[in-house]
């Protein structure tokens, strides 16, 4: 009873953690709150299973906690959605290993509910792994970020699917051969989660990875029900409940059923361009023209709305986006920060580079409450934002971001882009941004396009 008291009472710091995290000004103690609960539901588990004096549980312990101290001291702030989507499948893979000892027990001390649960826990874990793996590579561009359709693609995912939901039902009857087809479990739903997973684009990702989170929980739900451990199963739920709600709200933001993001449809290849070398040497053979009429905009204008992107978030250059918007500020200019739910690789991922170089989280503008200000903001400044911000997602029927809800950049007086050139983005959409009359393009790395601006500036 005291256990389950206890229990209890951690998984309540748990959701108040996440409610904490809701919010930039208390995310580090939500952070913190829920990390301490954490290490206290592992002492609890030690010690109701009368395991705490075990040496190899401490050594792993020891282990894991160091690797995630170096980890945390090492992996830059750019790669946090691959870390992110790591971290997603080791939940997962530990869920698995549960879920597999359990198994393997056999059917002499397991009754037919902690088969199923496992089965069912193994498989989810297993798919969580490989696809967050994937996840992880596409994201850190140890693979392409394009979706890879294979020849006969739902086929395999058939095939994959059909022979794990065989296996669970033999391991749940209680198949003598529980060895073997758990590990072929375990072989058929990796596939699975490879199969599904390449085949969604890095414009989709921050679905994928609230998805593969909700997962993570979700096994570790499973192979809590396996091994009778009510905090176990309490906390997967909570991570699992968290992340389908993330993942609803991403898909809404993207106006997008998940079945199509994860089935990549509607995905395009980027069309090859065609003059765009003449219109950059245009543009080049006017710059000191624009360099005046730039500085003369900016030096007017009396509200800015910045909008971060992916591109900044390669380019590193959240500092001098900071620098950009303090000079600004210094000249008694208003400086507003729009950000769209899906900008960057996971969700929230521009708030978190801003939140690196001491943006104020008062200046970050949710989409639905920054949008009615466009028309009223004298310059807009884009770095390194594609498909959040084009206007072609309300008229490009058939586009995989026909009917995406957008920022409205487009009806600020002026607007600057600081793109690495002119191709569509992962949508594979033409932007009509780049041919306004109103906007000014700076292309190339967005370090050196911001770097001019603060010359202007200054």
Not at 182 to 197: D, E, P, Q
Not at 355 to 364: F, G, H, I, P, T
Request: with cysteine; hydrophobic share 50%.
């Amino acid at each position: 009873m005291a256990t389950n008291l206890v229990g209890l009472l951690l998984v309540a710091g748990i959701i108040y953690g996440i409610k904490l995290m809701s919010s930039p000004k208390t995310a580090v103690q939500g952070n913190f709150l829920g990390a301490v609960c954490m290490a206290g539901a592992i002492i609890l588990t030690l010690v109701s299973n009368r395991i705490l004096t075990v040496p190899l549980l401490w050594i792993g312990i020891a282990i894991g906690s160091l690797i995630g101290y170096i980890l945390a001291l090492k992996v830059k702030m750019i790669e946090m959605p691959q870390m992110v989507a790591l971290l997603n499948g080791l939940g997962g893979g530990g869920s698995a290993i549960v879920s597999w000892m359990v198994l393997l027990a056999g059917i002499q001390t397991t009754g037919v509910f902690e088969r199923f649960t496992a089965a069912l826990g193994l498989a989810i874990g297993a798919v969580t792994l490989s696809g967050s793996l994937i996840a992880a590579a596409k994201l850190h561009r140890l693979i392409k970020q394009k979706p890879t359709v294979l020849k006969n693609h739902n086929s395999y995912i058939f095939i994959t699917s059909v022979v794990s939901v065989l296996l669970i039902i033999l391991l749940t009857s209680g198949s003598r051969h529980n060895i073997l087809f758990s590990l072929l479990l375990a072989v058929m739903t990796l596939l699975f989660g490879v199969i599904f997973t390449i085949r969604v684009g890095g414009a989709d990702m921050p679905v994928t990875i609230s998805l593969l989170n909700s997962l993570s929980g979700v096994a570790g739900s499973l192979s809590g029900l396996a091994i009778s451990n009510a905090l176990l199963v309490t906390a997967g739920s909570v991570v699992g409940a968290s992340g389908l709600i993330l993942t609803q709200i991403m898909c809404k933001a993207m106006n997008r059923k998940l079945v199509n993001v994860l089935t990549g449809k509607g995905i395009q290849q980027a069309p090859k361009q065609t003059g765009s070398t003449e219109g950059q040497e245009s543009a080049a053979d006017q710059e000191t023209k624009e360099e005046e009429d730039l500085s003369e905009i900016i030096a007017r204008a009396k509200k800015v709305v910045i909008v971060p992107g992916y591109g900044m978030a390669l380019a590193q250059a959240q500092s001098k986006v900071k620098q950009l918007a303090d000079l600004l500020e210094e000249q008694g200019k208003e400086v507003k920060f729009a950000i769209h739910p899906v900008a960057g690789r996971m969700p929230g991922h521009m708030n978190v580079l801003l939140a690196e170089v001491n943006v104020d989280y008062e200046k970050l503008y949710e989409m639905q409450d920054i949008n009615p200000e466009f028309i009223e903001t004298d310059v807009v400044f884009v770095i390194g934002a594609n498909d959040v911000v084009n206007p072609a997602a309300n008229t490009a029927e058939g586009t995989p971001i026909y009917g995406m809800p957008i920022l409205k950049v487009a009806e600020a007086k002026h607007v600057v882009i600081m793109n690495m050139d002119t191709k569509p983005g992962y949508a594979g959409v033409d932007n009509p941004l780049y041919k306004s009359p109103k906007v000014k393009l700076l292309l190339g790395d967005a370090n050196d396009s911001l770097r001019e601006i603060i010359q202007l500036v200054s």
